[in-house]
């Protein structure tokens, strides 16, 4: 059996749209779990047209998910940061205070796709960071970035739950440590901008946490807390977050790259990061923070 989520932003799905899918693929009753925003029912088996149905509603601005019924709640949520966690690309944003805008975010663009080489193109773009001053760090953290919407509850409503979270990066630990504390993560891992006499040398330390760190990372905070792959929730965007997205019991492709969207069957494009909490079976009503 299988349930069936729909998600939109507040106000955007309506009770016609669910019943009328409902009714079409044999569903059971529909739960409601926030009106006219999120909604659930149990199928059989999944339609042979639930892609097709899934790319109409997008035109719609509503997200279709399918999931095997039964316990839904993670006991451990692994996340990426940048684009997922946060609004932006912290690379992108220094390098468009150094004068190198377009060209680095030219070069994040075809990594997050999965065109570039992941370690290689980190490598790459730090290299046009050299000479920046380590305080323009802090500038970007107060002026550019701001925090995607729906994180501080997501996070409160898994810890209530007795959840463990995790931020792990491919970007940087000096903005990886101030955006884990804000949002509320209990760790986080990222790579290390290396910097002397005060300026960026235009290099990051080794080894480079990657695609495969992130999924050694999964495994390790799994085994850490005496649970399975199949108890962990990961979210992402870049083509770097597949390995985890792919070991988790729910990998979620959030807001993700055409590329990324191509190989998860979880795909949120429309609502904010308490969609995952949506797909764990929470009510608006049970939500915190």
């Known amino acids: 059996m299988q349930t069936v989520t729909l998600i939109s932003r507040p106000g955007g799905l309506s009770a016609p749209l669910v019943e009328s899918l409902r009714n079409a693929w044999g569903g059971g009753d529909a739960v409601w779990l926030s009106p006219d925003e999120a909604a659930e029912f149990p199928v059989l088996r999944l339609a042979d047209n639930f892609w097709q149905v899934w790319e109409d509603l997008q035109g719609e601005g509503v997200d279709l998910c399918a999931q095997t019924t039964g316990h839904r709640r993670r006991k451990l949520l692994i996340a990426d940061m940048d684009s997922t966690m946060i609004a932006q690309e912290c690379?992108?944003?220094?390098?468009?205070?150094?004068?190198?805008?377009?060209?680095?975010?030219?070069?994040?663009?075809?990594?997050?796709?999965?065109?570039?080489?992941?370690?290689?193109?980190?490598?790459?773009?730090?290299a046009l960071?050299?000479?920046?001053?380590?305080?323009?760090?802090?500038?970007?953290?107060?002026?550019?970035?701001?925090?995607?919407?729906?994180?501080?509850?997501?996070?409160?409503?898994m810890r209530a739950k007795g959840a463990f979270s995790l931020l792990v990066s491919g970007g940087f630990?000096?903005?990886?440590?101030?955006?884990?504390?804000?949002?509320?993560?209990?760790?986080?891992?990222?790579?290390e901008l290396l910097a002397r006499e005060?300026?960026?040398?235009?290099?990051?330390?080794?080894?480079?946490?990657?695609?495969?760190?992130?999924?050694?990372?999964?495994?390790?905070?799994?085994?850490?807390?005496?649970?399975?792959?199949?108890?962990?929730?990961?979210?992402?965007?870049?083509?770097n977050d597949l390995g985890m997205l792919s070991v988790a019991g729910t990998g979620v492709a959030m807001h993700a790259k055409p590329a990324?969207?191509?190989?998860?069957?979880?795909?949120?494009?429309?609502?904010?990061?308490?969609?995952?909490?949506?797909?764990?079976?929470?009510?608006?009503?049970?939500?915190?923070?």
Request: glycine fraction near 12%; aromatic fraction near 4%.
């Open 91 to 126: 690379i992108d944003e220094l390098a468009d205070a150094a004068g190198v805008g377009d060209q680095v975010k030219e070069i994040t663009a075809r990594a997050m796709n999965g065109e570039l080489d992941f370690e290689g193109a980190l490598i790459e773009r730090v």
């Open 129 to 157: 960071l050299e000479g920046l001053p380590e305080t323009v760090i802090d500038d970007v953290l107060d002026s550019r970035i701001t925090d995607a919407p729906g994180g501080v509850t997501l996070l409160s409503t």
């Open 173 to 191: 630990t000096a903005f990886a440590g101030p955006v884990a504390e804000r949002i509320g993560f209990d760790d986080h891992q990222a790579n």
């Open 198 to 239: 005060g300026k960026l040398t235009g290099d990051v330390a080794r080894p480079i946490l990657g695609r495969e760190a992130k999924v050694e990372a999964l495994r390790t905070a799994a085994r850490r807390h005496g649970i399975g792959p199949e108890d962990v929730l990961a979210v992402g965007d870049g083509a």
């Open 260 to 289: 990324v969207q191509a190989e998860c069957d979880l795909r949120i494009n429309h609502g904010d990061l308490t969609s995952l909490l949506f797909l764990q079976g929470y009510a608006r009503s049970e939500f915190l923070g």
